[in-house]
């Protein structure tokens, strides 16, 4: 495989939805109703475009760094009789694309077709990638992953997994609570976030995600102290600026014409770019009010 078809690889896989031709031969074996992310460490097949003559084939696993990856193991074509003609890909295991949350559906390599693809049940280089997962710190970077592609039932499993036997450890609290944001108990992201912030007060991520619960919660007056607060906790990281633009926006939301024009201003100064998307949402937020 050359360069350019990997790049086509990468578009086929990476763009959603992708359309099927009806005029495309099928099997009926193959169904894409499963999401990447329910599909770890197995054999799955990716739908094609009307444009394409094979289907892309290969693994999902997670790498502990990159966070869900597709390994690419070659191509098929089916046949008139309904069986698979594969193409390997001769440099497996050096073409990986990671995964994000516009992937399409996927299908599942049934045993049967494993065989006519001559693949193993389990591919050969997952034994690299296996983890201990009595261990928190392993626990945690599975939420985080799978918080990262939006499957957040999943990821809160495990978050809360290591939360009941080591809630202090290092990014747990953090995940914990944008997982609960993310599905709206803000709540309970404020309850964890309050207890992460008595252990380590210094930590400007939790003020960071506190803001944003209390402003889900229309308590605006506490989003802005805990803004407030991260923003002098946060050094020069580039946070600052998305601290103050949510206070902004909470602010133009109740159509406070007075506490927005200030928090524009701490934004105006915090963000480098004045052509940026902040920039300009703000700008255009102003001239609303």
Not at 22 to 33: E, I, P, S, Y
């Amino acid at each position: 495989m050359n360069f350019s078809t990997f790049k086509c690889l990468i578009l086929l896989i990476s763009i959603a939805p992708l359309f099927l031709s009806a005029q495309q031969k099928a099997a009926t074996d193959l169904v894409f109703n499963k999401n990447f992310y329910d599909m770890e460490n197995q054999w799955v097949v990716f739908p094609k475009k009307h444009t394409d003559s094979a289907y892309a084939y290969g693994v999902v696993y997670v790498d502990s760094s990159a966070g869900f990856t597709f390994d690419f193991q070659g191509t098929f074509k089916v046949m008139d009789d309904g069986t698979f003609s594969p193409k390997p890909f001769s440099n497996s295991g050096n073409a990986k694309v990671r995964l994000e949350t516009n992937i399409a559906q996927v299908s599942p390599l049934s045993a049967d077709r494993l065989k006519q693809l001559n693949l193993p049940q389990e591919a050969a280089f997952l034994k690299h990638y296996k983890v201990n997962m009595e261990e928190t710190r392993n626990i945690v970077t599975w939420g985080r992953h799978y918080n990262h592609v939006g499957a957040y039932a999943k990821a809160l499993e495990y978050l809360l997994n290591a939360y009941a036997k080591e809630p202090h450890a290092a990014g747990l609290e953090f995940e914990l609570a944008f997982n609960y944001n993310a599905t709206k108990k803000f709540d309970k992201a404020a309850e964890v976030l309050n207890v992460a912030m008595r252990h380590d007060p210094k930590n400007f991520w939790f003020y960071r995600e506190l803001g944003y619960t209390y402003m889900n919660l229309g308590k605006l007056e506490d989003a802005e102290k805990t803004y407030s607060a991260g923003i002098d906790l946060a050094g020069q990281s580039p946070q600052k600026m998305e601290m103050a633009y949510n206070m902004a926006y909470g602010f133009f939301s109740v159509r406070n014409k007075g506490k927005f024009e200030e928090w524009y201003k701490k934004a105006e100064q915090l963000i480098a770019n004045p052509n940026s998307v902040m920039m300009r949402n703000l700008n255009d937020m102003k001239q609303k009010l």
